[in-house]
């Protein structure tokens, strides 16, 4: 079955940029979705199909993907950015077809 | 607005099944699949399966085969998520979540805590 594969946590300095990444095989031929989660929440998309911001969703969330690896992009991080991150995508590919989530980054703002 | 809206917390007993209601609102409830995603404590997601409302049509994760039924009742706009022989294992938050031909999950229910416990 498709594997992605997310460090598990990732620090940045407030006002600094945050890059947390998505391996998988070829996952540059997918399209990749990524969430936020905060404690005790739901989790809310933030990325969609790569580099897409739903509405209310700040400019300084973005995507990118290619060859193995995806990548989200946070800049001028804030404080109220700190949570688990996850990507996502279709795996239409195996056997098995269905949902791959990764296996989620903390994002810690220092 | 787009809403799903989820049951109540359960606690159940190893063996025991539990049907968890997920009922949608601000939408044409046929027109998005519904899918289930399951978060165990301080865990990662783990996607269960997803069911087309319009047609009842359902695909289940190899992990659930035999073991999670999706239904819904469209008069009321709610999907259900039933899961036998419960384990230990299965304590988790239960969410439902939208999605559209293997589009993004959004949005996502509150979320349905289950314990399993004897």
């Known amino acids: 079955s498709y594997v992605l594969t997310q460090p598990p946590s990732v620090s940045v300095a407030p006002g600094k940029t945050a890059r947390i990444t998505c391996g998988g095989n070829?996952?540059?031929?997918?399209?990749v979705h990524w969430y936020q989660q905060k404690p005790g929440q739901a989790p809310v998309l933030v990325i969609y199909?790569?580099?897409d911001r739903p509405s209310g969703i700040p400019e300084r969330f973005s995507g990118s993907n290619s060859g193995n690896t995806a990548t989200l992009t946070i800049s001028r991080v804030e404080a109220g950015d700190e949570a688990d991150y996850y990507c996502?995508?279709?795996?239409?590919?195996?056997?098995?077809?269905?949902?791959?989530f990764g296996g989620g980054t903390k994002l810690t703002v220092l | 607005q787009v809403q799903l809206v989820q049951s109540g917390a359960e606690v159940k007993k190893p063996g025991a099944s539990v049907k968890v209601s997920c009922k949608a609102s601000?939408?044409?409830?046929?027109?998005?699949?519904i899918n289930w995603v399951r978060q165990a404590t301080g865990q990662g997601l783990e996607w269960m399966g997803w069911?087309?409302?319009?047609?009842?049509?359902?695909g289940y994760a190899q992990k659930f085969q035999g073991r999670v039924t999706m239904t819904r009742n469209t008069s009321i706009s709610t999907a259900y998520m039933e899961l036998s022989s419960l384990r230990s294992e299965d304590t988790a938050v239960y969410y439902c979540?939208?999605?559209?031909?293997?589009?993004?999950?959004?949005?996502w229910g509150q979320g349905t805590l289950v314990t399993v416990s004897s």
């Open positions: 979540a939208l999605s559209s031909g293997g589009s993004s999950f959004d949005p």
């Open positions: 601000g939408y044409t409830f046929t027109s998005y699949d």
């Open positions: 069911m087309n409302p319009n047609s009842g049509n359902t």
């Open positions: 070829n996952i540059g031929s997918k399209s």
């Open positions: 199909y790569d580099s």
């Open positions: 996502q995508v279709w795996d239409s590919s195996s056997d098995h077809q269905g949902v791959v």
